[in-house]
């Protein structure tokens, strides 16, 4: 059913099926006196054990980082004893890691490469906005006049509370959700249930999102090794294959009426399930860029989850946690497991190779087939906000 | 001439050259205007003015004041300092009759609290001081 259309002519070029073979993390959490090259280092270790790979073998790098200095992959490599390749280096805001990880896919599918490692890490709290909000671009007129990614969050909170009848309740039973879920993980940031009254008496950040409804500031990498399918069988009896990669841009901000909805993230959804052959009711589990509570339940419908305006519906059934029938960051996602910047849109790769394999432990999505990992990211004065969207779908 | 019995008088400077005006006149209100531009080929209204039109790419712009008051689309209170806000401060987003949203902060009203839908009007005020300056610029206040 899912046999990949890449062994098919997409435009003029002839694409090769790629697999994951190999998938790394670091621990996530507040560690300011390691470095970004020591927690990537971490990542691309675990990710070579994964799949029993020499570091010598691996042919070319990717690695994204927001913050904030040149050469990630090369400090990041040299970590373990990996040097004088091909090496490239990515900023995408959220959905760098989803950039780095496309990057290594489109090497191989076109026949550059055999093997590649997409990196994505981020050390927040020795970055130069620790302990800080995201701070807009020098010139940001918006920024100027108070604009911040959790004030942009509450005014489209506002909206779905106007338009869809959603409640604080509702948001935080997202954060509740995802908590459980990151209890579940053994690498999550916080592993802590919570309940909805203690979601809503959290200290207020931008009404309505109070601040266990945001994600945390988060040091961490992860690390994912793909290949060719022929290379794939040399290392592993269980290649997960990439069957749908898109990444987009926005577009201006004047042509986005209704600030709850994400045109770039619902063409990159449509553009990765067209690539895939496969449609929403095909997805067993999503790892998505859930970075404030209210964002997932929009996200629901961007991914076709369920219908337009019935993302609440789809939350309140319960359908989106372990044991539902798509559960939705089943990781803990960015809310508990944590949200090193770039590194995220590898992470969530990670995750849905896991599940597919069938070794995510006690959050395993039970007989999962195929899985979808999704980044949103980016604040550009101007243009959509959420201005990069990232998705790639895999299959077992 | 400022005699030594005046105090000393503090620049006002926009925060931004060019994006609005203040209506001399009537200083008092604190009333003004936000300065969009159009373009001449498509009739497409920008705030900030743009350069030239991203829609049809016409190239020559023309000035185009906006109505003073719009509806409010959505806001939120922020707790956390921004900019040279201090918190709790209150910001929005505005649909202006042109076809515009533009963001800005808010200013809250006794009596009227915010809602989304309410008419709002365009008022030109301090935003924070800097060194010896008075930096101003546009805020939106429910309509009276």
């Not at chain 1, 621990?27 to 300011?32: D, I």
């Not at chain 1, 994600?215 to 069988?233: F, K, Q």
């Amino acid at each position: 059913m899912f046999s990949s259309p890449l062994n098919n002519q997409e435009g003029r070029i002839f694409m090769r099926e790629v697999a994951v073979i190999g998938v790394g993390q670091s621990v996530f959490g507040k560690f300011p006196g390691r470095t970004a090259a020591s927690l990537g280092g971490e990542a691309v270790a675990a990710a070579l054990k994964d799949c029993g790979m020499h570091p010598k073998d691996i042919q070319v790098a990717y690695a994204a980082r927001a913050y904030d200095a040149n050469c990630t992959a090369q400090a990041v490599l040299k970590e373990v004893g990996v040097t004088a390749f091909e090496m490239i280096n990515v900023e995408n805001a959220c959905a760098g890691g989803a950039t780095a990880f496309r990057g290594v896919w489109k090497e191989i599918a076109c026949g550059r490469y055999d093997i590649g490692i997409a990196i994505g890490v981020e050390s927040m709290t020795t970055s130069p906005i620790a302990g800080k909000l995201i701070p807009p671009e020098k010139d940001d007129l918006d920024g100027y006049l108070g604009m911040t990614m959790p004030a942009m969050f509450g005014m489209v909170a506002r909206r779905q509370m106007e338009e869809y009848g959603a409640t604080a309740e509702d948001f935080a039973l997202v954060s509740v959700k995802n908590h459980h879920h990151g209890c579940l993980n053994p690498q999550a940031q916080y592993r802590k249930e919570f309940t909805v009254e203690e979601i809503l008496q959290s200290r207020m950040i931008s009404e309505p999102i109070t601040l266990l409804m945001c994600c945390p500031n988060t040091d961490g990498a992860a690390a994912a090794i793909l290949c060719s399918m022929e290379v794939a069988r040399k290392y592993t009896t269980q290649p997960i294959k990439v069957i749908g990669s898109a990444l987009l841009t926005g577009d201006y901000k004047y042509l986005q009426k209704d600030i709850c909805a994400s045109p770039v993230g619902v063409k990159a959804a449509q553009m990765a399930y067209e690539m895939a052959g496969c449609a929403p009711k095909d997805i067993d589990l999503v790892e998505m860029h859930d970075a404030f509570a209210n964002e997932e339940i929009l996200r629901y419908e961007d991914l076709a989850l369920c219908a337009p305006g019935e993302g609440l519906d789809l939350l309140r059934s319960g359908a989106t946690a372990i044991g539902g029938r798509i559960p939705v960051n089943p990781s803990g996602g960015l809310l508990a497991l944590g949200h090193p910047l770039s590194a995220s849109g590898v992470r969530t790769v990670c995750e849905v190779v896991l599940h597919l394999r069938g070794q995510a432990g006690a959050r395993q999505t039970p007989n999962a087939k195929v899985g979808l990992a999704q980044m949103l990211g980016g604040l550009v004065t101007g243009l959509e906000h959420g201005v990069t969207a990232g998705i790639h779908i895999l299959a077992r | 001439m400022a005699g030594p019995e005046e105090e000393v008088i503090v620049d006002k400077v926009p925060f931004k050259e060019g994006i609005f005006r203040a209506d001399r006149a009537d200083a008092d209100t604190g009333n003004g205007t936000l300065l969009g531009n159009k373009c001449a080929s498509c009739g497409r209204i920008y705030f900030p003015p743009a350069d030239f039109c991203f829609d049809c790419f016409g190239q020559a712009m023309a000035e185009a004041p906006l109505s003073q008051r719009g509806k409010l689309y959505s806001y939120t209170l922020c707790h956390m300092p921004a900019s040279r806000f201090k918190p709790p401060f209150f910001v929005g987003l505005v649909d202006m009759p042109e076809g515009v949203r533009v963001f800005a902060p808010l200013k809250a009203a006794a009596g009227r609290p915010f809602h989304i839908g309410m008419d709002m009007e365009v008022k030109i005020e301090e935003l924070w001081q800097e060194k010896d300056q008075q930096v101003i610029g546009y805020v939106f206040e429910p309509v009276k």
